[in-house]
C-alpha cells in the first residue's frame, strides 16, 4: 500500500470549511484513497472513499488531483464535534488473496476547530 | 452508532492474567478485524478473520490469539498479560475481505493492566 503523508496539525474556525490535505505521490492505479477520523479515543468513524472523481457525501467532500498523487478532504462547514485526529490511508482495491484489505494507519492530522 | 458493538467496555485486570474481548460485527457483515492501539505505536492491526477462518495476521503476538465463530462474531485472547499490553482494542467489520470494501469500527475495549 501506498504511504501517505499528513501535517501533523490544523487549525479551523467553526463554521468555516476546513481543508485537510493528504500526499500519496507513489499511489498505483488500484489503489483507493479513505478517509478516517477518530474523536477523542473513540473507535474511527468512516468518512469517505474515493478512487479516481471526487466525492460528496452527506460528511464531506474528497478531491483527488487528476495525477491522484494528492487529495484534500473537505469538511464545509467545521463544528466543534469535528475536532479529531484524521487519517488518509491508501488501500488496495480487489479481493485476491493476498489483499486483506486491513487498514494501515499513519499518524493523522489533529484538526482542531476553534469557535 | 457503526453497528459494530464490543464487549466490555473497560477491562482493568493484573500481570499474568487472561482476558477475553467480544466483538459482534454489523449484521450482513463476514469479515472482523482486531486493531490495537496504544499510546506509543498508534493504531496497529492485528489479525483479520472472515466467514470464520482467519485471513491475515499483523502486528499480533504469540501470546494472543483470536478466533470467528459459526454466529460471526469473534473473540480476541490476550494471555499472560504484561503491562505494554495496556491500550485499546477496536473491532471492525466489513461485508468483504478486500480493500473496496468498508470497515466500520466499534467503540473499543480499554484495557488497563496493572
Known amino acids: 500500500d501506498a504511504k501517505t503523508t499528513q501535517p501533523t496539525s490544523m487549525d479551523c474556525a467553526e463554521g468555516r470549511a476546513a481543508n485537510l490535505p493528504c500526499n500519496h505521490s507513489t499511489i498505483s492505479g488500484n489503489e483507493y484513497v479513505y478517509w478516517y477520523r477518530q474523536i477523542h479515543s473513540q473507535g474511527p468513524q468512516y468518512i469517505i472513499h474515493?478512487?479516481?472523481n471526487n466525492e460528496t457525501n452527506e460528511m464531506a467532500s474528497l478531491i483527488i488531483t487528476e495525477d491522484r498523487k494528492s487529495s484534500t478532504l473537505i469538511l464545509p462547514h467545521a463544528t466543534l464535534r469535528d475536532t479529531a485526529v484524521y487519517y488518509c490511508?491508501?488501500?488496495?482495491?480487489?479481493?485476491?488473496?493476498?489483499?486483506?484489505?486491513?487498514?494501515?494507519f499513519g499518524q493523522g492530522t489533529t484538526l482542531q476547530v476553534k469557535p | 452508532d457503526s453497528g459494530v458493538t464490543q464487549t466490555p467496555k473497560h477491562l482493568i485486570t493484573a500481570t499474568g492474567q487472561r482476558v477475553t474481548l467480544r466483538c459482534s460485527p454489523r449484521?450482513?457483515?463476514?469479515?472482523v478485524y482486531w486493531y490495537q492501539q496504544s499510546l506509543d505505536q498508534g493504531l496497529q492491526f492485528l489479525i483479520q478473520?472472515?466467514?470464520?477462518?482467519?485471513?491475515a495476521k499483523g502486528n499480533i503476538l504469540e501470546r494472543f490469539s483470536a478466533q470467528q465463530f459459526p454466529d460471526l462474531h469473534s473473540e480476541l485472547n490476550l494471555s499472560s498479560l504484561e503491562l505494554g499490553d495496556s491500550a485499546l482494542y477496536f473491532c471492525?467489520?466489513?461485508?468483504?475481505?478486500?480493500?473496496?470494501?468498508?470497515?466500520?469500527f466499534g467503540p473499543g475495549t480499554r484495557l488497563l493492566v496493572l
Open positions: 471492525a467489520s466489513s461485508v468483504a475481505p478486500g480493500a473496496g470494501e468498508t470497515q466500520y
Open positions: 449484521s450482513g457483515d463476514l469479515s
Open positions: 490511508i491508501v488501500r488496495v482495491a480487489g479481493w485476491g488473496s493476498s489483499n486483506t484489505g486491513k487498514l494501515i
Open positions: 474515493g478512487l479516481k
Open positions: 478473520y472472515y466467514n470464520g477462518e482467519e485471513r
